[in-house]
């Protein structure tokens, strides 16, 4: 029988899969009571019935899709334990398997929790239900990779970033086999020496990847600039969503056509937005400090080009037409990243620093910044903490 029909005994699980899609397709934004109901073919009160305010919504569709992660955990899980997958290159082979089914076969789930993470980035406050699946997350995952749960932090970073460029770029096989190959390079530790082979084929694949993305001039027409930084604002304080033509032509102080005239369709604008974030961060770059503890600085650039490279991969998934630009900004994040920043961060440089270190590292440096913007935890001692969990491993593993 239609579910519409019997409003009344409408289940939570049909309200939870719905709210799943709403989000998969349009954001967190698009989850309210109204739109949720009327996908449902019923009234708001029945779903207010059923899950409460939208705050409580939100809450509850967390921690059912948490369960199902936790199912999705435990039969991933149960294979390694089966298998007896010690060594990283069996650890790696049955991550890549389990992160595969969760950015297709389970991607509402990792929609969510990306999007989750996304929001209490631009939040003062935290969610408690949040920060439970980010535990078991991360517990699942540094198990799986590395056998060790002490590195948590580290692989949930990873696997969080890696997932919101994989949700929009995973079909292509160049992506994906040069996610298959970091992956292996991660649960070996970043820095293996020995590697060297697999590090080149890495290099061939990033250069593969080169899109054909025209490097932003700096602008020189004022208004030009007053609209790109708006849109920039926009970006690192409410999401990628935020930026309309109409949005930023408000925070420009220009009418909504000169934002159109200057820019024309909305992903330009995105790009643009962008492009002013990391334009930004590189005019800064210089004047950032490491403390006299060696650990890296709590700077506001840094954080907005994190929160800009993180929301553009998932924004990617919804617009095909950002996806090259999501990828050309993995690739340089890697690109940038050298064997003298290591240092300052608290860990090892290690034989082996190549490309494809510089790839692997700025992965789970980045993931790890937005959860620890989530979690609402300093820079410092987040970085250290998990850097630190790391060249234990490391030490331990090759002792």
Same mark, same amino acid.
């Given at each position: 029988?239609n579910r519409s %029909?019997?409003?009344?005994g409408?289940?939570?699980d049909a $309200?939870?899969?719905q709210?799943?899609?709403?989000?998969?397709?349009g =954001?967190?934004?698009?989850?309210?009571?109204?739109p949720?109901? %009327?996908?449902? =073919?019923?009234?708001?009160p029945v779903?207010?019935?059923?899950m =409460? #305010?939208?705050e409580q919504?939100?809450?509850?569709? /967390?921690?059912a899709?948490h369960?199902?992660?936790?199912? !999705?955990f435990?039969?991933?899980?149960?294979? @390694?334990?089966?298998v007896?997958?010690?060594?990283s290159a069996?650890r790696?082979?049955?991550?890549?398997?389990?992160l595969?089914e969760?950015?297709?076969?389970e991607?509402?789930q990792? $929609?969510l929790? +990306?999007?989750?993470?996304?929001?209490r980035a631009?939040?003062?406050?935290?969610?408690?239900?949040l920060?439970?699946?980010?535990?078991?997350?991360?517990? !699942?995952w540094?198990?799986?990779? *590395?056998?060790?749960?002490?590195?948590?932090?580290?692989?949930l970073?990873?696997?969080l970033?890696?997932?919101? !460029?994989?949700?929009?770029?995973?079909d292509?096989p160049?992506y994906?086999?040069?996610? #298959?190959?970091?992956?292996?390079? *991660?649960?070996?530790?970043?820095?293996p020496?020995a590697?060297?082979d697999?590090? @080149?084929?890495?290099?061939?694949l990033i250069?593969?990847?080169?899109a054909a993305?025209t490097?932003?001039?700096?602008?020189?027409?004022?208004?030009?600039?007053?609209?790109t #930084?708006?849109?920039?604002d926009?970006?690192?304080?409410?999401?990628i969503e935020?930026?309309?033509?109409?949005?930023?032509a408000?925070?420009?102080?220009?009418?909504?056509?000169t934002v159109?005239?200057? *820019?024309g369709?909305r992903?330009?604008l995105?790009? @643009?937005?962008?492009?002013a974030? +990391?334009?930004? *961060?590189? &005019?800064r770059? &210089?004047? +950032?400090r $490491?403390?006299?503890?060696?650990?890296?600085?709590?700077? /506001?650039?840094?954080?907005?080009?994190?929160?800009?490279? #993180?929301?553009i991969?998932?924004?990617s998934?919804?617009?095909?037409?950002?996806?090259?630009?999501?990828?050309?900004?993995?690739?340089?994040?890697?690109?940038?990243w050298?064997?003298?920043d290591?240092?300052?961060?608290?860990?090892?440089?290690?034989?082996?620093f190549?490309?494809?270190?510089?790839?692997?590292?700025? +992965?789970?440096? !980045?993931?790890?910044?937005?959860?620890?913007?989530?979690?609402? /935890?300093?820079?410092?001692?987040?970085?250290a903490?998990?850097?630190?969990?790391?060249?234990?491993?490391r %030490?331990?593993?090759t002792?």
């Amino acid at each position: 029988m239609n579910r519409s %029909t019997l409003p009344l005994g409408i289940s939570v699980d049909a $309200i939870v899969d719905q709210a799943l899609d709403l989000i998969a397709s349009g =954001g967190l934004a698009e989850l309210t009571l109204r739109p949720l109901a %009327t996908s449902l =073919g019923v009234s708001v009160p029945v779903i207010s019935a059923r899950m =409460g #305010s939208k705050e409580q919504l939100v809450e509850g569709v /967390t921690q059912a899709a948490h369960a199902r992660d936790l199912v !999705f955990f435990g039969k991933w899980g149960a294979l @390694a334990s089966d298998v007896g997958a010690r060594d990283s290159a069996s650890r790696a082979a049955i991550a890549e398997l389990a992160l595969h089914e969760w950015v297709t076969r389970e991607r509402r789930q990792a $929609i969510l929790l +990306i999007e989750l993470v996304h929001d209490r980035a631009l939040r003062p406050d935290r969610l408690p239900v949040l920060e439970d699946w980010l535990d078991d997350a991360g517990r !699942f995952w540094a198990e799986l990779i *590395f056998g060790d749960a002490a590195l948590a932090e580290l692989a949930l970073g990873y696997v969080l970033d890696e997932a919101g !460029f994989s949700l929009g770029a995973g079909d292509d096989p160049k992506y994906a086999l040069l996610r #298959s190959l970091c992956l292996q390079r *991660f649960a070996s530790g970043i820095f293996p020496g020995a590697d060297a082979d697999k590090g @080149a084929v890495i290099a061939s694949l990033i250069s593969r990847l080169d899109a054909a993305v025209t490097p932003a001039a700096e602008e020189e027409d004022a208004k030009r600039q007053r609209i790109t #930084s708006s849109a920039a604002d926009l970006i690192v304080s409410q999401g990628i969503e935020s930026v309309t033509h109409r949005s930023v032509a408000l925070a420009a102080g220009v009418p909504a056509s000169t934002v159109v005239y200057h *820019f024309g369709a909305r992903p330009a604008l995105v790009v @643009a937005g962008l492009h002013a974030v +990391i334009a930004r *961060f590189h &005019s800064r770059r &210089s004047d +950032i400090r $490491i403390d006299h503890n060696g650990a890296p600085p709590n700077d /506001t650039s840094i954080q907005d080009l994190v929160k800009a490279t #993180s929301m553009i991969a998932l924004a990617s998934a919804r617009e095909p037409s950002l996806l090259p630009y999501a990828i050309d900004m993995r690739r340089r994040r890697g690109e940038n990243w050298r064997a003298s920043d290591m240092a300052p961060m608290g860990i090892g440089i290690g034989a082996g620093f190549d490309r494809a270190a510089g790839q692997v590292l700025s +992965i789970a440096a !980045f993931g790890m910044g937005m959860i620890g913007m989530a979690r609402k /935890t300093a820079d410092r001692a987040h970085f250290a903490h998990a850097l630190a969990a790391l060249e234990t491993w490391r %030490t331990r593993s090759t002792g």
